[in-house]
């Protein structure tokens, strides 16, 4: 039997797109090869050229820029990739190191503004938001 959770009863969320979650220092954005090419493809750009203009390697994956150790490379008042942007995007704040205690929940509620508002999320679409996050980030290639 699995241990109950505190999310299991339900939360509320609803992003309100304030970008907080997109503009915090030090934040990685890993996505899948597929994501990234949506998003190339929403950009009208060839994926080879996006993945050299709008991303770097982090760890050994590749990841969105996030220049000066600012903002998300893709956010200017707002996400310019929306409704592409990848499942880590998607998914927030539904990670499991958010979900992992409501103390972190509540801390991530200080600056997010869309947690414990608005819509009511039951523990089945919790858990489908969990399993949705980028399952297979797309490895950067070696350095010559």
């Known amino acids: 039997m699995s241990k109950k959770r505190f999310w299991h009863q339900g939360l509320k969320f609803q992003c309100h797109q304030c970008g ?10 890993y996505g ?21 203009q709008y991303t770097e ?7 969105l820029k996030s220049p000066d150790n600012g903002p998300c490379i893709l956010y ?3 996400c310019s990739v929306y409704p592409v942007r990848p499942s880590q995007c998607r ?10 205690s409501p103390d972190r929940w509540d801390e ?3 600056t997010c503004r869309g947690i414990d508002k608005g819509k009511f999320w039951s523990k089945k679409e ?6 949705a996050n ?10 010559p």
């Open 126 to 131: 919790i858990k489908t938001q969990l399993d």
């Open 20 to 29: 907080n979650c997109c503009t915090f220092p030090g934040g990685f954005v």
């Open 57 to 63: 390697s982090i760890d050994g994956y590749v990841s």
């Open 108 to 110: 991530q509620a200080e």
């Open 134 to 143: 980028t399952k297979n980030p797309m490895k950067a290639e070696p350095s």
């Open 91 to 100: 998914t927030f704040p539904f990670w499991s190191d958010i979900l992992k």
């Open 76 to 78: 200017d008042n707002g």
């Open 32 to 52: 899948s090869e597929k994501e990234f090419r949506k998003i190339a493809k929403h950009l009208g750009l060839p994926f080879e050229e996006f993945l050299e």
